[in-house]
Every structure is written in structure tokens, then in C-alpha cells.
């Protein structure tokens, strides 16, 4: 008898979806701290977003559930779960929890059947964490320096009189700031999770998506940039902009944020349903 | 090479391969990005200098207010109040920290001791030169040990530090103060400031004259997170009458009488404000002054020092005024948006509707950058000043305070022959370049008689009282609009009816030196109804008398006062003596540039345990509490809250940006179109 089988012979007791929950309740610490930071206000709680997506995701796919799962995903779960622990003793809680969300995720990947999204539901998985704050921290200066600087290079193009230092800019010598609000991570965030999304329910193949990663990076960056120039030109003048136009702008470009990056993705989407590894 | 077959070409990597490369890629730019991002930098700083807001911390165990309540007690005898201010830390978190707290002082505080009680112990603080002090603090922070430095950043603000405040300790630092009250036509005031303004700072170099502690303030309508309370008792020759305060709301007990006492009582949120000046206003009794020759034998080896308050004449009549030129220099910068600006605005109608007709008036805006109203001063008709307020009141305050420019283009105006100019500064003071306002008015405004209105609750009374003292006039506080035409008034009679010009003083048959003002025979003109203060030592036989002579609107005018037995218990004269020598000093200083008298002033300040610009208290437990503590010591800066009436525009003015839209809005277009997107897939698959 081999190990694959011996293992196959538990799932008949616990179903599939039994053991990632059992699997998930044992990494409880990470969730509590997740559960935390979005309680306390410290997180936009976006991320439950991308839970509820895989949640569905994951009802509508469970009847495809491969009966007996794939040991080497298995192992993958073991060894990043015990990354996750070991992590929490030597690291901020967030990349503890990444690598926990990776564990779950590789545990999901074991029950998978073939040409499953894998990489899309990834994704998701590192989403449904409370990152936005974080990335803010992190990278959001690089980001707002570098849209400031497009942004300027752009409006000099169009005639303006645009400097930037730092992460402010002079329009027509009114000082408009590129602060943390304005960097474009949370509208990275939501061009990431319409590529997952869109990906995982049309069954994009993981190597498509994941080529087409930075494609997706590159329209959230040029969409960021041509929102702060159009703000920036209206709220240079004399009157400024009122907030509702704000935020209208705001929408706008991510609408067609949202739309290039689905139509970048979804025209890859796979005509066959999943094929179940165990029948194969 | 083993391995590698030198035949074999590089083939290009399978798609899988592709990704991996790109991944591996993408991960590494991600931690270039991560490693170089200037969040790690931002972590570990805090602010140097200047205001900025308080953030409350989400960071769990570290008591992010230590500072529980400050409680003064004050006594007053004649016209010297005695100081006893006592700040109670307390950490209420798990992890020691570092507390800072900046806090106001009154200008003329002649600060001369510091008690720190720690439990049961107590540790006299002792005076050090400055730097000294810094070092001998820095290493007792290391080493464990509870330790407290009080620093004097200006006369009127001051830096408490203490260090190692373990866990569940209770910290009472208690520092003394003198300070000599000079009654204005009759009425004495106390004040008690409680907050310092946010400064408009632009950092200079470290420890230079700009410099500024970083002041962490509370945003509007936050009320302070320190409770207050103060209790003040006179022991006066006189009785005290109408003792009010227009600042806080008090109960006075046995007034009336010569021991009157004043307990401050709460607002009707049931706090004790501490957001503005605690100001006490008092007569003694038929209008009298604490005045005369007051003469102290000094200590054992040192001469003695003596206070002579000589009050002006009392009938003002009003003499034939020549024309003048007025210049009014109005401060409308973020801190004085709102209602130190209507207050201002208020003060400015009284101000030009009391001017003459044959007077002239002109009126400069200044903020980052400043404007005058009219090219040349126009003539105060009716016409004229209607049309100034109607410009004044559409005025919207913010913006940075650059003061000195202001001062400079005033300086540099051409004089209107004939016209004798007084310049009228309004502002709230909420600058960090006094010494070089003061360098400007002695300079430059040297022809004009200079007064100075601070507005608002809490305005920085050290730039009020500097400039007037640079300018040969007066200090004015206007805390509300309904006393801007009392304020208004008081100038208008000054000017029109000096109390006493000419005026000079000696001694006869007393051996004085050291004497402040240095030169008795032209000391400065009387402008209000405040007496004269002469300070300086004595040596020899108490005997003889003091002549003060000037001029009054009726004539010639003289008063003499009597050499009384030295009063072995004015020891403050000594405090006071050094207190105003420092000033001049100061003054000096400021004139010439650099530390030119950094030696003198350090060496007052050490003879006499006097807190000064070169001399600091430190106070450090011989017991080591927490070893290696400085490892895990969060360092906090205690809020201080916004002066009332003082806006979040006084800290930084809104600049426009670019925010993204808001999250649940952007997530539910998301959604739709993720939707619609797996739907279209979906249908045409």
C-alpha cells in the first residue's frame, strides 16, 4: 500500500473541505491577528472581499473535489504551515500569516482536480489578508514619487508649469501633495483581486496569469498616473475641485482599470470543465 | 568545467522556466523596494523641532500620556509671587519610558529650584551648565536610573525630561519660581500660562538660536489630557479687592482682607481649563502699590541687593499732540485663523477709529509673504479707515509667519516728515524667531515707537514683552474681542498723555552698583500708569535715599524715597536681581550675535541656581532601577492641547491632494465588474 493511498483512506471519514477547515482553525493565531487588524481599524477590510470570493469559489467548485489528494501538495501544506509558526516567533505577524494563507492554499491545491486555477486562488488567499496597510508602508512612497514624477512629466507635456520634490508637486505654483491616499495601492489591490477573481472563476491557466502579472501591474501604474494628473490639473486652478468630482475621477479610472485588467485576463479562460485527478 | 559540456548551446527557458525567472525577479525588486523604502528611516525617527499633531499609538504596554495633572500653589507677598508648580507623572503602561513634556512659563519666572519625588524619596535637583547637565542626564538614562533634566528653551518655555519612569511609578517633579508683579494704573495682574502655542518654525541648525523642541500638539477641541487645578494665596500689607479672573472661573475666600485666598473652580464640563493663560486681576486696597526701597543684606560674604518700585504721577491731562504716523503690522497667518483674527479685526476698528484726523495710517498684511493696504500712508479720515476695516473684514488667515520680512519692508519705509511713526504689531507671537524680531526693532525701528497687541488665550508673551521693551513701548494682551477697546483706549492715552518723560534716578549716600537699568540718568520713558523697577546690590551703610525726577504735562516732577533697614527676609531680590541682569544680558546677546555672553549668563545662572539659556536642573536617582533599561525605553512626548480659539491651521494648513475613492465604494464597482466580466466569459465560452 502506498503512502498516497494510505493517506486516501482518511478523506472517506472527513471530507475534503472538513480537513482545510480543521487545517485552518490549527493556524488560528494568524486569523486572530488578521481578525484583529481589521476590528481595529488598522486595515480597510478589503480583504474579506477576497475571502468571500474564495468561499464561493469554493461551494460552487467542491462537487470537482479530487476524492484523494496529491501527497507533494500535502508536504508543501506541512512544510509552510510549520514556516508559519516557526515565522511567528522571528517576524512581524504579516509575513507569518502570508506564508500561513500559502499553507491553506497548498492544502486546498492537494484537493484540487487538473487545470484547476491554482495560481488565481493564490492569490486570493494572499488578498483575503489585511495588506493594504502594510503596502502603504512599504511601498507606498516608491509609488507616490513615481506617479508624481509621471504625473509632472505629463502635465508638462500639456503645457502646465509642473515640478515635483519629493511627493508633492507645484502646478502653476499651487503645492498639490501625492500623499499616502493617492499612491495607487489600494487601486493595485483591486486590479490584483479582479485578475484573481476573473481568473479563478473562468478557470484562467496559471501560467497565463501569472504572465500576465505584470501587464496587470503595468495598467493599475498607468491608471493611478493618469487619475492623479487629471486631479491634479482640475485642482490646480483657482477654485480647486469639489469632492464628489473627486471621487467620480476616482471611480472612473479604476472602472477602466478593472476592465483592462479583466480584458487582459479573460479571454485566456479555459472552454473545458475540470477534469477530476483521481479520474484521470 | 565539470558539468558542463562546452558543446551544449543555452536554450532558452520553457515557459514554466519563464515564469520562474519573472517571479524570482519580481521578488527581488520587491525587496530592493522594501529594503530601501523610507518607512524603515521614518521608524525610527521622531520629530526634532516644531509642532506637530499627536498620534494616538495603537502600539500595546506604552503609556503614550504620562503626564497626570499639574498642580501650583501661589503665594504672593507685596508685589513678589512665590511659584511652586508640581507635575505628577505616572506610567500606567508595561514598558519604562522617557517622558517629555514642554510646557509655558511666565516671561519674568525667575526659576530656582527643581524636587523630584520618586516614593519615598526625594532628590534635590541641582543647577548644571547645560551641555553638562544633558550628558550627566543621557548617561543616567542609560544606566537605569530615574532621572529628570529641566531645560529653558526660552525665558516662557521650558523641557521637563525624565527618564526610566518604570512601570506603576508615581513621579513628582516640583519646581520653584519667583516672579515680581508691576500693577498696571492700579491693578495687578498674575498670570499663569498653561500651554504653549504651536511656533511657526523653520528648523535651524542644532542648539543654535532658531532651534525649537518639537511640540506635540492635541487637535482642536481636543481638551487637555492633563488635569489642572491651581490655588493662589496673598500675604499682603493691604487688603486685596476685586480679585477676578477673565480667564478661568474662581472662588476667592476672605476677600477683602489681607489674606485673601483663590481656589480655581470647573467649567461646565467640570474640568479646569488648560488650554489658555490662567489670568488673576487684584487691587489692594484705596488703589495703593506694593511699592518703596526694599533693601536685602545679602548672604554671609556677599553684598546686599535692593528693589525700588516708584510710582509715577497720577494725574494725566492731556497736551497738545503733533500729527503722527501709524503703522499697524497685522499677523494673519494659520494660527490666528478664526477667532484670534475677528479678535484682531475687532481691535484694528477701535485702533483707526481713535486716530485723529491730521494723523496718517497705513496697515501691512503679513503671512508667508506681506502687503501693505496703500502704497503711503493715507490720512485717517473717516473715508479712509471705513475703507480699511471693509478690507480688513474680508481677510481669511493662513499660511505660514514670517515676521521678520514683514518687519524689514516696515523698516525700510520712508519716514513722512514731520510725523513722528508708531508701529503696531498684532500677533499671536507664534514664532520661533524672537531674538531676531528684537535685533530688528532695536536696529532698524529705532526712530519709531514700537507697541506690540498679542492675541488670543494663550499668545507668547515673550515676544509681546520683547518687542515693546526693544521699542520703547508696551505689551498689550487682548484674550477676548470685548477688551479690544479697553486695549484700544489704554494705547490711544499713552500716546497722547505719557505718564512721565525724561526720566531719571539717583542715589544719594547709598554705594549702589550693579546696577539694572545699567544707566539711572536716562532711563526709559513712563507710558503707562506702571511704576518704575530699579534693581541692583548695595554695599556699605544702609542710609541715604533715592531721587527718581522726569517730566510730567504739568512740569517738573520728583519723588524721593527713603533707605529702610535691610529686611532679612527679601531673599527674592537676589533671584530677581539676577533674573533681570540675565534679561539684559540676553538682550545683549541678541544685539551683538553668536554667545557673546554665554560665559556671564552661565555663571549667574550657577552663582545663583537660577535656570537660564545656558544652565539647566538635573536630578538623578543614585539607585539603579532597571538595568539595561534604555534597551527597551519608548521615548514620549506629552500632547500639549491647541490654545483656545486656536485652530488645526496653526499646526499645518490643508493642502490639496489626491486621494483614491473611498474603499467600499471602489470594492463595489469592482465587483460589478468582475461580475459582469465572469458572466460575458461565462456566456461566450
Redesign the interface.
Known sequence: MTLASTVACRPVLVPALGWIALHAAALWPHGLWAARRLA?G?D?P?GL?ALAVLVVWLALAHPALRPVPRLGWLVAAAALTAAATATLFAAPPLPAALLAALALWAHLAAWLPDRAPRAALAGLAMLALPLVASLQ??????LRAFTAQFSAWLLQALGFAAERSGA?MTVGG??????A??S?V??AW?GY??AC??AA??RVPD?VL??R??LVGTIVLAGNVL??TT??AL?ARPQ??APWA??AI??AA??VV??LV?RVV?PH?Q?RPFTSGAAA | MPGLDRNQSIRPHAPLGRVIVAIAGSLFAALLIVAWAPAWAQAEQQPREGPYFHIASSEPGIDRLPLKGTQVEVRIVGPIADVRVTQHYRNEGQRPIEATYVFPGSTGAAVHAMTVRLGERVLDAQIREKQRARLDYDAAKKEGKTAALLDQHRPNVFQMNVANILPGDDVAVELRYTELLLPAEGRYRFVYPTVVGPRYHVPGSEGGLSSFPATAHLPEGTPSTTAFDLHLRFASPLPVHDVVSSSHRIEVQAEDSPGAEVALAPADDGQIPANRDFILEYRLAGGATAGGLTLYPGRAGEDGYFLALIEPPRTIETVQINPREYIFVVDISGSMHGFPLDTAKTLLRHLIGGLRASDRFNVMLFAGSNRMLADASVPATHANAERAVAILDKIQAGGSTEIVPALERIAALPKTADLARTVVVITDGYVTVEERVFQLVRGNLGRANVFAFGIGSSVNRHLIEGIARAGQGEPFIVTRPEFAAREAERLRRMIEAPVLTSVRAHFEGLDVYDLEPARLDALPDVLGARPVALFGKWRGEPRGQLVLQGQTAQGDWQQVLPVTTPDPDAQALRLLWARRRIQQLGDEEALIGGNARRDAITALGLRHSLLTQYTSFIAVDQIVRKPQAALDLASVNHPLPLPQGVSNHAVGAAVPSTPEPAAWLALLVTLGLVGAGIAHVRRHR
Do not use: K, T, W
Not at chain 1, 508602508?137 to 516608491?142: H, K, L, N, T
Not at chain 1, 499651487?174 to 500623499?179: A, M, N, W
Open positions: 481595529d488598522s480597510d478589503l472581499a508602508f512599504y511601498v507606498g512612497y516608491p508633492a499651487q503645492l498639490i501633495i501625492v500623499d491616499p493617492c495607487g489600494q487601486l483591486m483581486f479582479a477573481a476573473v472563476f473562468a501560467a501569472l504572465r502579472v505584470p487619475r492623479n486631479l491634479v485642482e480647486g475641485l473627486h471621487e476616482g471611480l479604476l472602472a478593472s476592465v479583466i479573460a479562460a472552454a
